[in-house]
T-cell receptor
């Protein structure tokens, strides 16, 4: 039972355009959501997060939107740059788990073409 | 400041053998998490240690085990290796049990079971 799903395994975008990566979840007890970026041969690195009390969080070129009623979040990258080419994972934290164990989606490979 | 380190980088074993993977967290971090990333799949939570104790484990058989040492480093042991154990094993560390502490990942150990 996949509680966090990224239905698009890959996405190709032209440099300078917007990249939109989507993530759906099924567990209504998730209360904190994160996006991680992963380059080959490296571990994932934290990108941006959002609490369930918000519907938008912005950090430079990266914005995460949360739609709780639809159990859907998205990551917008504007403008996209070739260096953004990586695998992006969304992750969720359960409200009543002590600490911060994360449930990850399967990842979306973003390719930004020059 | 040194990041999370993992050893070895690559490990090749045969079916039925045992594998031991090691992780050193960031200085000051007391929590260590282990994840498995099988080919084409997202990160699956394996184990979480904090202050030397196992706090939670994911949906993996008992032949996946580990421990955390007094210096907060950790070992993951996989007994009776099976072909499907071939995966990238990622370790992450964070500050302790308080909520929403960012997890920092190491580069991973690639385990291949022949």
């Amino acid at each position: 039972d996949q509680q966090v799903k990224q239905n698009s395994p890959s996405l190709s975008v032209q440099e300078g355009r917007i990249s939109i990566l989507n993530c759906d979840y099924t567990n209504s007890m998730f209360d904190y959501f994160l996006w991680y970026k992963k380059y080959p041969a490296e571990g994932p690195t934290f990108l941006i997060s959002i609490s369930s009390i918000k519907d938008k969080n912005e950090d430079g070129r990266f914005t995460v939107f949360l739609n709780k009623s639809a159990k859907h979040l998205s990551l917008h990258i504007v403008p996209s740059q070739p260096g953004d080419s990586a695998v992006y994972f969304c992750a969720a934290k359960h409200a009543y788990n002590a600490g911060n164990m994360l449930t990850f989606g399967g990842g979306t490979r973003l390719m930004v073409k020059p | 400041e040194a990041g999370v380190t993992q050893s070895p980088t690559h490990l090749i074993k045969t079916r039925g053998q045992q594998a031991t993977l090691r992780c050193s967290p960031i200085s000051g971090h007391t929590s260590v998490y282990w994840y498995q990333q099988a080919l084409g799949l997202g990160l699956q939570f394996l184990l979480w240690y904090d202050e030397g104790e196992e706090r939670n484990r994911g949906n993996f058989p008992p032949r996946f085990s580990g421990r955390q040492f007094p210096n907060y480093s950790s070992e993951l042991n996989v007994n009776a290796l099976e072909l499907e154990d071939s995966a990238l094993y990622l370790c992450a560390s964070s500050l302790g049990l308080a909520d929403y502490n960012e997890q920092f990942f190491g580069p991973g150990t690639r385990l291949t079971v022949l």
